[in-house]
């Protein structure tokens, strides 16, 4: 019987499988090193998208418009200051009633976790500065978010003022037009800043924050109000004219004749005949209580006793009119430190001392009057003369000597 040979299989060598294993596991490890480039190279575009939405949440997106202007400002437009840290984005950091987030945008995560952390799921790193920086990925990522605080919280704008004719105030109506703009404080609430043109109408509103901002121009003896919204960018300079409908400031049309009534503004020259107040911030009495715009605690005069004193200052004298004068009133702007404090609005006229109505102080400042339809010297009624001669001031007490009460403003106002 014929044997039936085995043909041998052929099959891998151990050195074979060896190699081929090896092989094997370094194309696995580059393709997870690419793989692993590729994760994060996605987390990183998605966190640099992340870190660019926090930062628009936080100063606004420049392509978002309202009208014909920009719309956005983000939490700095309506607080007015950079944000303690990211969770004020999505929470109020403290009852603000100029808060209106959420700022996230849609599509955003808006929960604690997600605002917080990048695509790593490390924390970002925040603390209120000009960036916002990831360092999950092993390096830092930053987003720059602006490249001062000054550009967003410290801007100005330039501007001029003229009734319907175009012509100017001048030196007579300048005082009589308040200019008002309403701003964020910065911790929750608002403020309004007072300005005044100059003769030629033109003003400087300084310090103004990014946003959409509340104006007013009033001219005061009429009521007389412009009202717009005033629109501010970062590092803005940008004018702005303003014009009154009437005639207010033109000769014999609008206050100019003695067809008309109006108001004289004037305000401290140099110390009066009695000086009882100590000052802060200034070199002489009067000094603390003539500037145009209140600076609040900056420069005052302090009355710090229970028993009453004044304090009186030569007043500016005014232009020469041959219109009838009606009135002349003390405005003072004064405020208390504790629970009592009053205030008398006072004229001195030929070395006697006139008073008003005593008017209990409030803890913050606010402004007090008396108003003399007469002269109180003679009775008659005002002329020139007697405004050129007049002092004006304040009568005023405190609670003790550690809580005094505190003026920082006086003028009077001659309505003709």
């Known amino acids: 019987m014929q044997k039936t040979k085995l043909k041998s299989i052929d099959g891998f060598s151990l050195l074979e499988l060896t190699v081929g294993i090896i092989i094997l596991g370094i194309l696995l490890a580059v393709a997870m090193q690419s793989m692993t480039s590729v994760v994060n190279d996605v987390r990183q575009t998605k966190t640099e998208r992340e870190m660019e939405m926090l930062a628009s949440s936080i100063v606004g997106d420049a392509d978002l418009s309202q009208?014909?202007?920009?719309?956005?400002?983000?939490?700095?437009?309506?607080?007015?200051?950079?944000?303690?840290?990211?969770?004020?984005?999505?929470?109020?950091?403290?009852?603000?009633?100029t808060w209106k987030g959420p700022y996230l945008p849609q599509g955003?995560?808006?929960?604690?976790?997600?605002?917080?952390?990048?695509?790593?799921?490390?924390?970002?790193?925040?603390?209120?500065?000009?960036?916002?920086?990831?360092t999950g990925s092993g390096s830092t990522i930053t987003k720059k978010i602006a490249r001062a605080t000054a550009d967003y919280l410290i801007n100005t704008?330039?501007?001029?003022?003229?009734?319907?004719?175009?012509?100017?105030?001048?030196?007579?109506?300048?005082?009589s037009i308040n200019i008002q703009v309403t701003i964020p404080n910065g911790t929750g609430g608002t403020q309004n800043k007072l300005y005044k043109p100059n003769s030629l109408g033109n003003f400087t509103l300084d310090s103004i924050p990014v946003g959409q901002h509340p104006l007013r121009v009033i001219y005061t003896p009429l009521s007389d109000t412009l009202f717009r919204y005033l629109t501010v960018y970062p590092r803005h300079k940008s004018s702005l004219s303003l014009r009154f409908a009437s005639t207010h400031f033109t000769s014999g049309s609008g206050g100019g004749g003695c067809d008309s009534s109006g108001t004289i503004v004037l305000r401290p020259s140099g110390n009066g005949s009695i000086t009882n107040f100590s000052d802060v911030g200034c070199f002489n009495n009067w000094q603390c209580v003539d500037e145009v715009t209140s600076d609040g605690d900056n420069t005052r005069v302090i009355r710090a006793s229970i028993s009453f004193a004044t304090d009186v200052y030569n007043i500016q004298n005014p232009a020469t009119t041959s219109c009838p004068?009606?009135?002349?009133?003390?405005?003072?702007?004064?405020?208390?430190?504790?629970?009592?404090?009053?205030v008398m609005p006072t004229l001195y006229l030929n070395g006697t001392e006139y008073n008003g109505t005593m008017q209990s102080l409030t803890s913050s400042y606010a402004i007090y009057s008396h108003q003399w339809t007469t002269n109180p010297n003679t009775s008659a009624v005002w002329t020139i003369s007697d405004i050129n001669s007049l002092q004006a001031g304040v009568r005023m007490r405190g609670q003790n000597s550690n809580f005094?009460?505190?003026c920082t403003q006086v003028w009077i106002e001659v309505a003709y």
């Open 67 to 97: 009208g014909a202007g920009r719309g956005d400002f983000g939490y700095v437009g309506d607080i007015g200051a950079f944000p303690p840290n990211l969770n004020a984005l999505y929470n109020n950091p403290g009852g603000y009633s």
């Open 108 to 134: 955003f995560t808006q929960d604690s976790t997600g605002l917080k952390t990048d695509e790593w799921g490390a924390a970002y790193n925040f603390t209120g500065g000009m960036t916002i920086t990831s």
């Open 157 to 175: 704008v330039n501007g001029d003022i003229a009734d319907g004719a175009g012509s100017p105030p001048g030196s007579v109506y300048g005082d």
């Open 325 to 342: 004068l009606f009135s002349v009133t003390v405005y003072c702007m004064a405020r208390r430190t504790q629970s009592q404090g009053e």
């Open 404 to 406: 005094p009460s505190y």
